[in-house]
């Protein structure tokens, strides 16, 4: 399953699917992303970040993608579980700024 | 310890009301930052504490007064809130002010009546 992302905030998938997460962002001064998991009632959790001097990083289950023509980030997310079931933002950081700025999230659902 | 811990995890408070947030790491990291959240929206920053100098206010309302007492601890206090200020109130730091995994704590549900 895929997303569409900011435009389209819910996903639903089937259990041992493959997911994909898409985040358009807007500052071409963008240089830092990361994806969290937020969980009803909890706090966003890390899951994985990327600088822009990579295209391409993977964790555990977990790809993203970044493309800085089109400004377009992507998570992957492999073998999908329940526990995947969250709210996922990615977020953005401007070289020298202090800032961490979030997307507006996509709601991944995952059916058994 | 990976932690941010944020206290309380459930507040109410009146209008008139004055009410303090606490968020504590022991990560030994140099920045920490007060985000607000409303429900189904994105986390919005509200301040950056910076080696405990305030270095961001997003042009948020005074009834809301940050505090860094050291490294360790960041406060939020509160003052003649609103209703419309109820939401998550989400504590996070990371090792340096800039491009680096910012940790978050739970968060402070509030509830202004």
């Known amino acids: 399953g895929e997303s569409v992302g900011l435009h389209l905030p819910t996903l639903s998938v089937q259990e041992g699917d493959n997911s994909i997460i898409n985040c358009a962002y807007s500052n071409s001064a963008s240089d830092y992303f990361i994806w969290y998991k937020q969980e009803s009632g909890k706090g966003p959790q890390f899951i994985i970040d990327?600088?822009?001097?990579?295209d391409k990083r993977q964790g555990q289950r977990v790809t993203v993608l970044l493309n800085k023509t089109v400004k377009h980030l992507s998570l992957q997310i492999a073998a999908t579980q329940p526990g995947d079931s969250a709210v996922y933002f990615c977020a953005e950081s401007q070289g020298g700024s202090e800032k961490l700025v979030f997307g507006k999230g996509t709601k991944l659902t995952v059916n058994p | 310890d990976t932690e941010v811990t944020q206290t309380p995890k459930h507040l109410v408070m009146g209008m008139t009301n004055k009410k303090s947030l606490k968020c504590e790491q022991h990560m030994g990291h140099r920045a920490m930052y007060w985000y607000k959240q409303k429900a189904k929206k994105p986390p919005e920053l509200m301040f950056v504490y910076s080696y405990e100098k305030l270095s961001i206010n997003e042009s948020v309302p005074s009834r809301f007064s940050p505090e860094c007492p050291n490294s360790s601890l960041l406060n939020l206090h509160l003052h003649a809130l609103q209703p419309e200020d109820s939401a998550l109130y989400l504590c996070a730091s990371s090792e340096t002010p800039m491009n680096t995994e910012a940790f978050f704590g739970q968060g402070t549900r509030l509830t202004v009546v």
């Open positions: 990327i600088r822009s001097n990579m």
